[in-house]
């Protein structure tokens, strides 16, 4: 309202200095012989004529922009009611495709999972050694001075008369040290397994030296891992005991299975399971405390066979566990088996068979599931 008022004000003031000005030229005509002041100053300082030009243009300037604001300010309001509709409805929009997003997803994980659970139902059924499957999602986040792994249970198949007892949810705490000397470790195997799947399967072999050294380098670093950290539990009371040290025993006892492969050359099967790390009593407690076969297996990724060592009715039963991702996200799967399995020959290439059917079968129904939501 201001506004308005001073533009009104500004030509008003123009319009008097322009009547003015004619008013001035209409005294000095009217009195050029009389030579007094007034004439006399307009008449030799300034020409009126170029003084009515400049305000005349200073008004019509004034009331051309004036026009056009009172013309235009109308529309524009309208206008920018429009765009202020608009990026509303926009918002509106936007929104609504974030939801529908999240139910497509919501729809696609929940496909994703009754599509494993069917496949675990079959691979169950159609396998007689195999008495449960479990499906399990997990994170690993680390942070400043610990590692936490994060289980979830996603779901699970049983045959008639087996029991499981499935892990809602878990966590594996490890200090962050801890974490990556395993993992050191684990790195080194697999550049070890790399090679003597080369070795079998190409005509070009790898250097022996070359070999050698790794496995070298991988037993020197089980050493520096069982001293750095054996005292750990070592130096504790059966009181003192905690979660972290049942996860250490499994690391230990995963230490000690690659460091025999890697001596031998062959699997450890009853060494592993026989296995005394600190004391009978300690081991005990540590082995029934908390269930790490899915620690190992996670860290493992590739295969982790492992028997229930435990005083519950499920003691001796052969686990399998198999690591794989989907659509971003980190499963492990957990198959129970008969628990004579290993009386029969050449027991652990038959394990190794049903994970690896397990993972190259599973990819059929997945992309059958996928191309059904495309479509």
């Not at 380098?217 to 539990?233: A, S």
């Not at 009371?237 to 040290?245: F, G, R, S």
Request: glycine share 4%; with cysteine; aromatic share 10%.
């Amino acid at each position: 309202m201001l506004n308005k008022v001073l533009r009104i004000g500004q030509i008003v003031f123009f319009l008097v200095i322009l009547f003015a000005s004619f008013a001035t030229q209409y005294h000095i005509s009217n009195h050029t012989s009389d030579g007094d002041a007034l004439t006399k100053f307009f008449s030799t300082t300034l020409s009126l004529t170029i003084i009515q030009i400049i305000f005349s243009i200073f008004i019509l300037g004034s009331t051309l922009v004036e026009a056009h604001r009172l013309i235009t300010t109308p529309y524009k309001s309208r206008i920018d009611g429009y765009k202020e509709e608009i990026a509303k409805k926009d918002n509106l929009l936007l929104a609504k495709a974030g939801s529908l997003m999240d139910k497509y997803n919501d729809l696609q994980q929940y496909q994703e999972r009754e599509t494993l659970l069917n496949y675990m139902r079959t691979f169950t059924l159609n396998n007689p050694i195999i008495h449960s499957s479990q499906l399990y999602s997990y994170f690993t986040k680390v942070y400043n001075d610990k590692t936490n792994i994060k289980v979830n249970y996603i779901s699970g198949y049983a045959s008639e008369e087996i029991d499981i007892n499935a892990i809602i949810q878990s966590y594996y705490t490890l200090p962050n040290g801890i974490f990556l000397d395993i993992n050191n470790i684990l790195e080194e195997m697999k550049k070890l397994d790399l090679i003597e799947t080369q070795n079998r399967f190409s005509t070009l072999q790898v250097d022996f030296q070359l070999e050698q050294s790794i496995k070298n380098d991988i037993e020197r670093k089980i050493d520096n891992f069982n001293n750095k950290y054996g005292h750990l539990v070592k130096d504790k009371t059966i009181e003192q005991l905690a979660e972290v040290d049942s996860c250490l025993l499994a690391l230990f006892e995963l230490c000690f299975e690659i460091n025999y492969k890697i001596v031998t050359g062959n699997d450890c099967e009853d060494e592993i399971w026989s296995l005394s790390v600190f004391d009978d009593e300690t081991d005990n407690i540590l082995r029934n405390m908390k269930r790490t076969g899915i620690l190992t297996g996670i860290l493992k990724v590739n295969e982790h066979i492992f028997r229930n060592e435990g005083n519950s009715s499920k003691k001796g039963r052969i686990y399998v566990t198999r690591c794989f991702e989907l659509n971003n996200q980190n499963y492990i799967i957990i198959l129970s088996l008969l628990p004579t399995i290993v009386d029969f020959p050449n027991w652990r290439i038959l394990v190794k068979n049903i994970g690896d059917e397990f993972i190259k079968n599973l990819k059929p129904d997945l992309d059958m599931l996928y191309n059904r939501v495309v479509e």
